[in-house]
T-cell receptor
Framework: DTAVSQTPKYLVTQMGNDKSIKCEQN?????MYWYKQDSKKFLKIMFS???????INETVPNRFSPKSPDKAHLNLHINSLELGDSAVYFCASSQEYREQFFGPGTRLTVL | RKEVEQDPGPFNVPEGATVAFNCTYSNSASQSFFWYRQDCRKEPKLLMS???SGNEDGRFTAQLNRASQYISLLIRDSKLSDSATYLCVVPAPSFGNEKLTFGTGTRLTIIP
């Protein structure tokens, strides 16, 4: 059974387009996250939601908008994609202050 | 000082050897720490948590030195399957374990 799933796994798109990445977790966790891992493999938190409420919002351009329709889902919408947005985006979830479980990642390439 | 700093490696180690990595952190208020493992083109997975002076799990030992603000990971009797990138992770104290700062990772290759 998949614990944290993301779709799509790969996303190739042109500069200026708008795209969304979806994340779902079946672990019953209250908190979900989006991370970005750049070409140098540096993993950095972007957003965190607890029970659909935004609790962490790092200095991310406002072209990135997370949406949590319920506590099992956290989607990421990106407007006006730029070359620098190319990266692997990981969704994760956790319960209270315990281990974070990561999804398999979405590899975004902006041409 | 960076929030979390690791030697990027690569460490190329023969099978069966012992290898150790260090990680330094800047926030002296940090209470708990993690080592995550990330295989090539895969997601990070928790390897060990460190809440007090250290933790041991089979061939893996994590130690914490609060005075010097570093955490170490020791792998004994290394296996080919230990080849991966090891990420040192420090939670921001004001956010519990919800805001994690990741080091850049130490890449380990075990050589047959």
């Amino acid at each position: 059974d998949t614990a944290v799933s993301q779709t799509p796994k790969y996303l190739v798109t042109q500069m200026g387009n708008d795209k969304s990445i979806k994340c779902e977790q079946n672990l019953g966790h209250d908190t979900m996250y989006w991370y970005k891992q750049d070409s140098k493999k540096f993993l950095k938190i972007m957003f965190s939601y607890n029970n659909k409420e935004l609790i962490i919002n790092e200095t991310v351009p406002n072209r990135f908008s997370p949406k949590s329709p319920d506590k099992a889902h956290l989607n990421l919408h990106i407007n006006s994609l730029e070359l620098g947005d190319s990266a692997v985006y990981f969704c994760a979830s956790s319960q209270e202050y315990r281990e974070q479980f990561f999804g398999p990642g979405t590899r975004l390439t902006v041409l | 000082r960076k929030e979390v700093e690791q030697d990027p490696g690569p460490f190329n180690v023969p099978e069966g050897a012992t290898v150790a990595f260090n990680c330094t952190y800047s926030n002296s208020a940090s209470q708990s720490f993690f080592w995550y493992r990330q295989d090539c083109r895969k997601e990070p997975k928790l390897l060990m948590s460190v809440y007090s002076s250290g933790n041991e799990d089979g061939r893996f030992t994590a130690q914490l030195n609060r005075a010097s603000q570093y955490i170490s990971l020791l792998i004994r009797d290394s296996k080919l399957s230990d080849s991966a990138t090891y990420l040192c992770v420090v939670p921001a104290p004001s956010f519990g374990n919800e805001k994690l700062t990741f080091g850049t990772g130490t890449r380990l290759t075990i050589i047959p």
